[in-house]
């Protein structure tokens, strides 16, 4: 994860057949937009939205190489899982992290980023995202980190 500057892994994406996956965003060149999300070990996660508010969210996934598209993901996330220690963990997240913790919990149910696209338009390379359609979503999530948080 780390190596390749992604945000999270999910245990399955290392052929680890285990409902685990970790999540860390700090100081990523990748998504230097991305708020801050310290070092986070889900072990059995449960997430249920809060509410019906949802927001486009532009992924990639290094399990799918030069590959981004636009997914929709809820706002405002319940969280229930068990940390790295066998603590529980009782949270609601909001906006990207919400976001990101959908895409890597997705990995656990077999899910990917390309099976919730809805709109096979919005398929792009990182490079054609980096040019024609990075300033946009920057400035939307921004607005949405501003409004309810990372």
Not at 27 to 45: A, E, M, Q, S
Not at 83 to 104: M, S
Request: glycine share 6%.
């Amino acid at each position: 994860m780390r190596d390749a500057s992604g945000a999270g892994l999910a245990a399955i994406q290392i052929h680890e057949p285990v409902r685990i996956c970790a999540i860390e965003v700090r100081d990523n060149p990748r998504y230097p937009y991305k708020p801050p999300i310290p070092l986070t070990i889900l072990v059995n996660p449960v997430l249920t939205p809060v509410g019906d508010e949802t927001f486009d969210n532009n992924e990639g996934c290094l399990s799918v190489p030069n590959l981004r598209g636009t997914v929709r993901r809820a706002v405002h996330l319940h969280v229930a899982a068990w940390d790295r220690h066998g603590q529980p963990i009782d949270e609601t997240v909001h906006g990207l992290k919400a976001g990101t913790y959908q895409h890597e919990v997705d990995h656990l149910d077999g899910v990917l980023f390309v099976d919730r696209v809805t709109d096979p338009t919005s398929f792009t390379t990182w490079t054609e995202f980096e040019r024609f359609h990075r300033a946009a979503f920057v400035e939307r999530v921004t607005a949405l980190v501003a409004r309810v948080g990372s």
